[in-house]
């Protein structure tokens, strides 16, 4: 068999490979890689981002996107790692984090991991324009099948991320062969039986400095920058692997 490209969320937080995931999102060997990081199971870094902070400009602006990954992502860094020197000796090598007895330190870890997980995913879906890349040829036409063309995609993906109340995030997902539109509030992940292939960060931290409250400027603007080559390998290593 050969090794899985694309890397589940909700097996990530499960085998607590949070501990070691900061350039370890779906590529080419990502099954090996997440192997070794949970092994590995020391304190959550920081990753670089994959290209310069202002990079995205004009669509999103350099202080946006430092505050971003600086402040915001940096926080959920923090306090994983705050939470994971709390735990007693017999909990450091936890499997599930249903494993840990205390609560607290159980939804701190949840909810902080989650934060983390999600925006090294975004990350990874973000490009500066001359390198998105056009969608594969696989994913289009998966796209046209589950949505009819990819303007109606772009049209139900920015309706769901107009209507997600609140913080969150707007995924697209492949549930079983077909890809679906969801939403998560918070940090929460996506559900069971949904592989990730494109998140957008629909919390107002992700926005509010170049748009204030206008979150259809962002969704607009978010459009121009997603890194179409990352994505189609997302959704065509997930479907070649099967």
Not at 76 to 90: D, G, H, M, Q, T
Not at 215 to 227: F, G, L, Q, T
């Amino acid at each position: 068999m050969k090794p899985r490209s694309s890397l589940d969320r909700r097996e990530f937080v499960k085998l607590s490979a949070l501990a070691a995931t900061a350039a370890i999102l779906p590529d080419s060997a990502g099954a090996v890689e997440m192997q070794v990081a949970v092994k590995a199971r020391g304190p959550i870094t920081l990753p670089e981002l994959p290209f310069a902070y202002d990079a995205l400009e004009p669509h999103i602006g350099a202080e946006t996107m430092r505050i971003h990954h600086e402040k915001h992502h940096a926080e959920y860094v923090a306090k994983y790692n705050a939470a994971l020197a709390l735990l007693p000796e017999r909990e450091k090598f936890y499997r599930d984090l249903s494993d840990i007895s205390d609560e607290s330190i159980r939804n701190t870890l949840r909810v902080n991991g989650g934060g983390h997980w999600n925006h090294v995913f975004f990350w990874k879906t973000l490009a500066p324009v001359e390198k998105t890349g056009p969608p594969s040829d696989q994913f289009a036409k998966a796209i046209d099948t589950s949505f009819g063309s990819m303007d109606h995609f772009k049209q139900f993906f920015t309706e769901a991320a107009l209507k997600c109340f609140g913080s969150g995030w707007v995924w697209l997902v492949l549930r079983g062969k077909e890809l679906k539109i969801t939403t998560t509030a918070n940090e929460d992940d996506a559900h069971d039986l949904q592989v990730p292939i494109l998140a957008l960060d629909v919390w107002e931290h992700a926005y509010y400095l170049g748009c204030q409250n206008r979150r259809a400027d962002y969704i607009s603007s978010w459009w121009n920058v997603v890194n179409w080559e990352r994505v189609s390998k997302n959704h065509d290593n997930e479907i070649n692997f099967r």
